[in-house]
């Protein structure tokens, strides 16, 4: 059967946009729904942070679990098993009856994710190698713009619908997702038994060059743990910046999903441009381009001057998750490309736990300004691994 993958990118380009705004578009209003289900005021920020936190952490520790049945059994069905699973367990969050049935539902969810990493793995495997980075580029505008217009989508939908109908709604989205992902995604894959599956120190083994590979593990990692410590901070940094806190939510929700948009914009048109010079040159490119957009974010007077800048943050954000992926998958042997992303995706979830617990005691102990500058030493950090990774390749330009 002839795979028309054009398709495949498209349906899960949707998959991962529901998927990535259904695990960020609780951030605006999570405390006050954590409040309503009559949670002690001197507990709710405890039990909220870790609400966040506790689904990045599940997802982390179940990745590699998820790539090793992906490879034996086919990244649909864990797409399938995702989808489906998410629409569960975000929709049960309509009807918990205290913050501790939150937070266990809030955990299964990161159990049963996966969705991303899987859908990506597809595309990698299934898209021409000379057009990966455009492919891979165009899906991570999915997951990018989910993560960064979720908040917004998620403060529209609690104003006018109510809390707890947004997790209804969500549930909803993520049901189509699932049928989306039956009915028309596919793929040709031969399942291979438990015994006769390569294992991964054999995978690894036939990686082009394993410590590049690792490499980008790290380089996800410092990313997530740059692009999350600022979370925290964010609203309360806006309300200290603007003088008309009535519309302090909107303000706030609108400044952190503007990146979503410029993501958008730029990612496809890195992605192709890095297919014709180099992901890697595109992904030192990126991480230079944000250095010199968190610095000033932590000179800033008013909101707009803050908005302006996460704008022109969205572009480098375009530039470095698809550049990674893509190089990841130029790496990987065929018949690993789900567990060597799934390793990806929990280096990028620990960083998602470790960021925003960052931020928070840089915040605490030194103000918010100093937040941005910590978020800077990060990303100075993985340019300078960054550089030493692919000090050949920017020579010989042997990754392409």
Request: glycine residues 10%.
């Given at each position: 059967m002839k795979i028309n993958w054009k398709r495949n990118l498209y349906i899960s380009w949707i998959g991962c946009f529901f998927t990535g705004a259904s695990f960020s578009l609780v951030m605006p209003f999570i405390p006050l729904y954590i409040e309503e289900l009559g949670t002690p005021k001197g507990q709710v920020n405890f039990f909220a942070g870790l609400s966040i936190s506790i689904t990045a952490l599940a997802a982390a520790l179940v990745a590699p679990v998820w790539g090793n049945l992906a490879d034996r059994k086919g990244r649909r069905l864990m797409m399938i098993r995702a989808a489906a699973g998410?629409?569960?367990?975000?929709?049960?969050?309509?009807?918990?009856?205290?913050v501790y049935w939150l937070l266990v539902m809030r955990f299964f969810t990161g159990v049963l994710s996966g969705y991303i990493p899987n859908a990506t793995a597809l595309i990698a495997y299934q898209a021409p190698k000379e057009k990966s980075g455009w492919a891979l580029g165009t899906l991570a505008t999915g997951a990018i713009a989910g993560?960064?217009?979720?908040?917004?989508?998620g403060g529209l939908l609690a104003e006018t619908l109510g809390m707890q109908n947004v997790f209804i709604v969500t549930g909803i989205i993520l049901f189509i997702t699932l049928l989306l992902t039956i009915f028309l995604v596919k793929e040709n894959f031969e399942p291979v038994e438990k015994g006769e599956m390569l294992p991964m120190k054999v995978v690894l083994g036939k990686v082009k060059r394993t410590p590049v590979l690792y490499g980008l593990f790290l380089t996800s990692l410092i990313l997530q743990i740059g692009i999350t410590s600022i979370s925290p901070i964010l609203t309360l940094y806006i309300r200290e910046l603007s003088h008309n806190v009535a519309n302090i939510l909107f303000v706030s929700g609108l400044i952190v999903s503007i990146a979503g948009v410029s993501a958008i914009i730029s990612s496809p048109f890195l992605g192709r441009l890095g297919d014709k010079i180099g992901n890697h040159k595109i992904l030192l490119l990126g991480l230079i381009f944000s250095f010199f957009c968190f610095i000033p974010m932590g000179f800033v007077k008013t909101p707009f001057q803050l908005g302006l800048l996460r704008f022109l943050l969205g572009f480098s954000t375009g530039a470095l998750m698809p550049s990674i992926n893509t190089l990841i998958s130029k790496l990987s042997p065929p018949e690993g490309v789900s567990r060597i992303f799934s390793y990806n995706q929990m280096f990028n979830n620990f960083g998602q736990v470790m960021g925003p617990m960052v931020g928070s005691s840089i915040a605490q102990g030194f103000g918010y300004a100093a937040v941005f500058f910590v978020t800077s030493s990060f990303v100075f950090l993985n340019i300078c691994i960054s550089l030493f990774n692919f000090r050949h390749d920017l020579k010989s330009n042997t990754i392409r």
């Open positions: 998410m629409t569960v367990t975000m929709g049960a969050l309509a009807f918990v009856p205290n993560n960064l217009i979720g908040p917004l989508m």
